[in-house]
Every structure is written in structure tokens, then in C-alpha cells.
């Protein structure tokens, strides 16, 4: 079925000019941006996105990290967006993604790992409410 996704590519990303080199492996397995913009996070922003990690013990490095500096915060639609995306990221930890995977090629650390995607249709739906207003999503087709 055709679904959307959250994606967020991360201050580590960003700060390794390969914005458009992650978007183009999106676009060319079949993802389709419909929303999209950049922005520097604030820590409260950061905190709630995260907040069903806030009793891990990496959740403050993990704010830490997203205030960072600016990050590209994306809504992709396509055919099993969720799944397909996070196949195209590569495992959470760079050093156990498969190669070929946009962690794996571009990411150092657990933390500073790229690319976050939502991991099931209802984070999905909690995720996109969280940073774009219904009206600044776009139909995909
Ligand atoms: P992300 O998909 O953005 O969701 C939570 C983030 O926490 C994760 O990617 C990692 O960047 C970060 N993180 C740091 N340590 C861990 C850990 N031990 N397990 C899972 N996520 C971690």
C-alpha cells in the first residue's frame, strides 16, 4: 500500500553536504518528497520528538546531537514508504548497516547516524503531525 514517512536527515548529514546524494537515493527507489524544509532545532523540539527515549540512558547525547545544527526534515510517500526507507537507511548502528546503506556510506556513529525514519505507520502519522501542518504536505501523485 502507498504510505507516508517521516524522515530527518541529521545535523551530521547536513554538515557533510550530502543532503542531495540522500534525497536522490529516495527519489530513485521510489520515494517521493511531498513535504520538506530545514531547520536548526530547538532543545525543546528536539525532547519531544524524542520523548519515548527520554528514560534511555543516550538521550541526552541524542538532543544534544539533533540541536546540533540544522537538519532536513522530509515527509516521503511511496509504495511501503516505512519499510522501504528504513531498508535504504541501514541498521541504527552504522557499523552493523549493510554496505550500500545511506548509514553505512555515510554515517560515524550511532548518534551521528544521518537519517532518522519512522519505524511503524502510527509513529508515522505522530511524527509528520509533529513538525507539518496538514496544509505543507503534498500529494504525491
Ligand atoms: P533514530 O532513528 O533517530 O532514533 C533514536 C536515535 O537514538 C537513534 O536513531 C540513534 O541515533 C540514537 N541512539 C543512540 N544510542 C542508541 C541506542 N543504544 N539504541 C538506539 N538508538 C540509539
Redesign the pocket.
Known amino acids: 500500500a502507498v504510505q507516508r514517512t517521516f524522515s ?1 536527515i ?1 545535523p551530521d548529514a547536513v554538515k557533510k553536504n550530502v543532503i542531495g546524494k540522500i534525497v536522490s537515493r529516495f527519489e530513485s527507489n521510489g520515494l517521493k518528497v511531498v513535504a520538506s524544509k530545514m531547520k536548526h532545532l530547538s532543545r525543546q523540539e528536539a525532547e519531544g520528538f ?1 520523548a519515548v ?1 527520554k528514560d ?1 540512558p ?1 538521550f541526552k ?2 538532543v544534544d546531537f539533533m540541536v546540533s545544527g540544522p537538519v532536513v526534515l522530509q515527509v516521503l510517500e511511496g509504495e511501503d514508504a516505512i519499510a522501504k526507507n528504513r531498508a535504504l537507511m541501514g541498521a ?1 548502528d552504522p557499523k552493523k548497516a549493510e554496505p550500500g546503506t545511506i548509514r553505512a556510506d555515510f554515517a560515524e556513529s ?2 551521528a ?1 544521518a537519517v ?2 519512522s519505524d511503524a505507520p502510527e509513529t508515522a502519522a505522530i511524527e509528520i503531525a509533529y513538525f507539518f501542518p496538514a496544509c505543507e504536505v503534498y500529494a504525491g501523485r
Open positions: 530527518i541529521k524524542y527515549h534511555r543516550f547525547d541524542l541504527t550511532i548518534d547516524n532518522h525514519g
